[in-house]
């Protein structure tokens, strides 16, 4: 019914897989309506149908309300247009009243076909051979409340399209000294208001799930005025539509405006965002979630028997996982059965273990105060590496969060070149404000190893009494820190507790399988592909070779790859040979017979150390010639810049201090969708030092889903189907989110 940015990209994924097994493939229009109404809205499909549209937002094929569907004489029209084309598997991409009328639908197939038969509509043999109706669901919503997936398709995006609007205000309400309170979507959901709060470290917060205690104008007001007289410039407010006092009463955005006004005399601006957020191109995390789980859903129609339940096809971590849909649904309508009661607590529970940590984060952040006594713990922060968005929202979390412990703590800058000469500065709770939206590194960062200037490393722990240090970077924090373990038999100075958080635009440290910095590089890498794809739009017969960072790690290519829809990514971890090329060359050669005559293929920068980008270049042109010509685009430095997304920006406001009591030397990441703690000296055992890579990566199983959606033939049998799973009200602390 509602359009969500990502759908085009599952339109593709599903239209593509099918054709890849052998089915027939057909596109409903106008959704339901479509389903209904029959005729040109039910169109069978090729490779090229769904070809450059991965990048669109919107739904290329429709979506609209459907009455009659809700009615059995609609759905009866609907299974008659159904078993015209001989369509048996149904793969529907929504929410959760488009996913449970097709459950409905699926469980009324067998009494309609005899209805249908009896009507004389349809033969007792056609009735037969359209016996069985599968069923599939794609959770598509931007509203992140759907239970049983980590992430619904279509959140990403919108928090992406609400922080463009945050950064853009922000710099108005610095400048003029407002206040401004922000509306969001999400319905009776306060994700998005939640992650946004997070993400642009908003004073106060209104979500439907945890009412505000009576009494909260007070609490507000008092709030807004301290962070004022302290010196800040703004005040952002954010509200959910949703939002409701205690009593069940909406809070209004101009209620409480007004109360601003009236209390404060702030001068006070109320922004409804509206459906801006649900328009926009979609973000890379979407394209890649929607790409992968129509494939997914694609396998699991084809693996379906008569038993299989409908089933929903989710996000658990890093995989992709096959739930009952109408489980999922009911365990949903909890929440919302537990709001309607009044059990908010619950509720949050309900919604999901990430969706209670956020929320306790966001009030540690923004509500509590520095500690009274001080603590006899201290703790240098130091950037090491590359810079990488992110990076300034981890420290602004780590300096707070150990303020409000009576930590004292010290910002180093230039990394562990500044730890050595002396460049070392007690930091308060002020000093990190405005930190959350500023891309690159505050603090100053370099990429020096202690190796080269330890003595000068010892003797300024000793001096500053540093007992704890927090090392965020990339592949030089890890290998650094390792180094400073490995002195400790000779510094007892170093029996400290240390702590890496992997930022890096590579995504190449071991110990996670995302760091900081990684989803806002591969957004600016999807932009600028996007960018040159369009730019070839009048140009026939065009091939782009771009070239993109990452050292020997082909995250940033693989996964742009795929967001971009690209027709190949050439990377390290995935050797090719002259025989592969060639075979690229020829796909290429084909693609420009049809309709679609330009291509897109990436590089990592050190993939091979022959075959270069200018090889890569003097190949394609040489081979496509009198066929296609050919373009170079070194991206370049840009995939660094630029304001962190607000997976990094979330994703840096975690409270890493926790690490500081967990080991002596460890890396702190997320694996799959937990966060782990993992030794430096045991990470060193399957870590590949010369060319700076973890030994196994998860995303290599990714580059499969590239290629197939290239159409490159590869068999079946590589491809590793998700689970079935159940999910209950005791399974539903699944993480929901980021």
């Avoid at 596109?27 to 040109?40: H, R």
């Avoid at 992968?292 to 028997?305: D, F, I, Q, S």
């Avoid at 002596?664 to 399957?686: N, Q």
């Avoid at 009200?729 to 929901?736: A, D, H």
Wanted: hydrophobic share 40%; glycine share 10%.
């Amino acid at each position: 019914r509602l359009t969500f940015p990502g759908m085009n990209a599952a339109v593709r994924a599903v239209t593509r897989m099918g054709i890849y097994v052998g089915a027939k493939v057909f596109l409903i229009y106008e959704g339901y309506e479509g389903l209904v109404e029959g005729g040109d809205n039910i169109k069978q499909a090729n490779w090229l149908s769904v070809s450059n549209i991965i990048q669109l937002g919107g739904t290329v094929i429709g979506s609209a309300r459907c009455k009659a569907f809700t009615t059995r004489a609609g759905r009866l029209r609907a299974a008659r247009n159904l078993v015209e084309h001989g369509i048996t598997n149904l793969c529907v991409i929504g929410g959760d009243g488009s996913l449970t009328g097709a459950d409905i639908f699926r469980s009324e197939w067998g009494e309609l076909l005899e209805e249908l038969v009896q009507d004389g509509q349809i033969s007792e043999e056609v009735a037969q051979e359209n016996s069985r109706l599968n069923i599939v669901g794609l959770v598509g919503s931007i509203d992140n409340d759907f239970c049983g997936t980590d992430m619904t398709i279509g959140t990403d995006s919108a928090l992406h399209r609400i922080m463009e609007v945050i950064d853009a205000i922000t710099t108005t309400a610095q400048s003029h000294q407002r206040t401004f309170v922000l509306e969001v979507m999400g319905r009776h959901c306060g994700y998005l208001a939640l992650v946004s709060g997070l993400a642009s470290g908003a004073d106060w917060l209104f979500i439907p799930e945890s009412p505000p205690e009576d009494g909260w104008e007070d609490l507000m007001c008092e709030r807004l005025g301290e962070t004022r007289s302290r010196g800040s410039r703004l005040n952002i407010i954010i509200i959910a539509e949703g939002a409701i006092d205690r009593s069940g009463k909406p809070i209004s955005s101009n209620y409480v405006k007004d109360l601003v006004v009236q209390r404060l005399g702030f001068d006070t601006r109320v922004t409804v965002l509206g459906h801006v957020q649900r328009g926009g191109t979609p973000s890379a995390f979407d394209r890649v979630l929607s790409s992968k789980m129509g494939m997914e859903a694609v396998m699991a129609l084809l693996e379906a028997t008569p038993d299989t339940p409908a089933c929903v096809v989710s996000l658990s971590g890093n995989q992709s996982v096959r739930l009952p849909l109408m489980e999922c649904v009911q365990v949903t309508k909890d929440v919302q059965k537990a709001m309607d009661e009044k059990r908010f607590e619950e509720a949050i529970q309900l919604r999901g273990r990430s969706f209670e940590n956020n929320w306790n984060i966001y009030k540690l952040l923004a509500h509590q105060k520095p500690a009274q006594e001080k603590s006899p713990f201290s703790v240098a922060i130091l950037n090491v590496g590359a810079p990488a968005a992110g990076m300034n929202a981890a420290v602004r979390s780590a300096v707070r969060i150990s303020i409000c412990q009576g930590h004292t703590i010290y910002a180093v800058s230039d990394g562990f070149e500044g730890l050595a000469k002396g460049q070392i500065r007690e930091v308060g709770w002020h000093d990190v404000a405005g930190w959350l939206g500023r891309g690159g590194s505050m603090l100053g960062t370099k990429r020096t190893l202690p190796k080269t200037c330890m003595e000068k490393i010892v003797e300024n722990v000793r001096k500053f009494n540093i007992q704890g240090l927090l090392v965020i970077g990339g592949f030089e924090a890890y290998e650094g820190v390792l180094q400073l373990v490995e002195a400790r038999g000779q510094y007892e100075e170093l029996c400290i507790i240390m702590c890496v958080i992997p930022a890096t635009i590579s995504n190449n440290v071991p110990g996670t399988d995302f760091s900081l910095g990684s989803d806002t590089a591969v957004n600016a890498a999807m932009e600028s592909c996007d960018r040159i794809k369009q730019s070839a739009s009048g140009t026939k017969r065009r091939v782009f070779i771009v070239e993109t960072m990452g050292g020997y790690c082909g995250y940033l290519s693989t996964v742009t790859g795929i967001a971009v829809g690209a027709d190949a990514a050439y990377v390290y971890e995935d050797p090719f040979t002259i025989h592969d090329l060639k075979a690229n060359v020829e796909h290429l050669t084909d693609k420009m017979k049809t309709d679609i005559q330009r291509g897109l293929v990436l590089r990592n920068e050190k993939c091979h150390e022959h075959y270069t980008t200018e090889f890569l270049y003097n190949l394609y042109s040489s081979e496509g010639k009198g066929i296609f010509d050919c373009r170079i685009n070194v991206l370049g430095h840009l995939q660094q810049g630029g304001a962190p997304t607000p997976f990094d920006r979330n994703y840096g406001t975690n409270p890493w201090m926790v690490a500081m009591v967990n080991d002596s030397a460890c890396v702190i990441g997320l694996r799959k969708k937990v966060v782990a703690f993992s030794p430096v000296t045991e990470l060193k055992k399957v870590t590949d030092f010369e060319h700076r890579l973890p030994q196994e990566q998860w995303w290599l199983n990714l580059r499969l889903m590239l290629k197939m959606l290239a159409n490159y033939q590869i068999s079946l049998t590589e491809y590793i189907s998700g689970k079935m799973e159940h999910v209950t009200r005791r399974t539903l602390s699944i993480e929901k989110g980021f």
